[in-house]
């Protein structure tokens, strides 16, 4: 790993086993993040994003499984870890944040006893401390009666306080990675404006770094440095925030990035022309309008770097850049 490497994640393989036979969740997913680095991972429901923050955190479930690849924490292989040691990184080392978090928070607990017990079993803090620690941390991102929802249980909170209250857990113990998984998606304004300013400046006041999982690219240009494409599992490219935007390569990348553009210069057909795509194949041949004959007979290819930093995984890639 590089000196100011935190994570490091290569040909990561996720598989899960369904009714209909086997799914490839991830394919060779590789990876890797800086201290206060925010790496945005994007892609629509059901592309594989929080997959990936799954299977960091082995929380992939018993019809899941890691059939390849390694994830290094530091110098740790956290992969071939018992679960036991595992269980003592996971809030303290690394914290993951979920969508939809009032169904994750337990029901019958308290607001403060639950932010409280993640500090119990990872510090030494009394009880006064972990108290006052609360408190503070829920001020911050802009929680209203704090000492009143300290005393709640998270069914009598809105959508977007079971958030914030969710963040505060994930990242009160200053974890080395967080996975924030889609954490302003169906809030109001304001209360994607104060998680997101809370966002910010915790990354910028702690070396915390990030795995910013989204389909929203308003949210990847105000909170990410760089930037993953993923699609059904597989990764189509990366680059710093600024080159993505101004210089989308991946025909998919276009499309999702710049949609008014993609009006003027059509890289993806509404619907598939042919959904028997060889799973080894680029995921999307059947539907880049973009596709030759290479794409149509060969196996995915591997990311080729463009430019310092912008790698792409494409046969034919675009080359014009948007002003």
Do not use: W
Not at 277 to 291: H, I, S, T
């Amino acid at each position: 790993m590089a000196k100011d490497e935190i994570l490091l994640v290569k040909d990561l393989h996720t598989y899960f086993e369904r009714p209909g036979g086997t799914e490839r969740a991830l394919q060779n997913i590789s990876l890797s993040l800086s201290k206060k680095q925010v790496l945005g991972i994007i892609g629509e429901s059901g592309s594989g994003k929080t997959t990936i923050g799954l299977s960091i955190m082995r929380l992939i479930g018993t019809n899941g499984r890691i059939e390849k690849g390694t994830v290094h924490l530091e110098k740790r292989d956290i992969l071939s870890l018992p679960e036991a040691e595992m269980r003592s990184i996971r809030g303290k080392d690394m914290s993951m944040t979920f969508e939809n978090s009032s169904s994750i928070l337990n029901p019958s607990d308290s607001v403060g006893d639950q932010i409280r017990e993640t500090i119990r079993i990872h510090t030494n803090l009394t009880y006064k401390e972990s108290n006052e620690l609360t408190l503070q941390s829920l001020n911050e991102i802009g929680m209203q009666n704090v000492s009143k929802v300290m005393d709640m249980q998270p069914r009598e909170l809105s959508a977007g306080a079971c958030q914030k209250v969710m963040l505060v857990m994930s990242t009160i113990l200053q974890p080395k990675v967080l996975i924030a998984d889609e954490i302003t998606r169906n809030l109001d304004i304001i209360t994607q404006a104060q998680i997101s300013d809370h966002f910010r400046r915790r990354i910028s006041e702690t070396n915390i770094s990030t795995l910013l999982l989204t389909n929203d690219p308003g949210v990847l240009a105000q909170l990410a440095d760089t930037v993953i494409v993923i699609y059904k599992g597989r990764k189509l490219e990366q680059a710093p925030i600024q080159e993505i935007f101004k210089r989308p390569m991946h025909p998919y990348t276009f499309q999702l990035l710049r949609p008014m553009e993609n009006r003027k210069l059509k890289t993806m057909r509404s619907e598939s022309i042919d959904e028997s795509v060889n799973p080894d194949m680029c995921p999307l041949v059947a539907k880049c309008q973009r596709a030759i004959s290479k794409c149509r007979t060969s196996e995915m290819p591997n990311e080729t770097e463009i430019e310092t930093g912008h790698q792409v995984a494409c046969y034919n890639p675009i080359s014009v850049a948007i002003d």
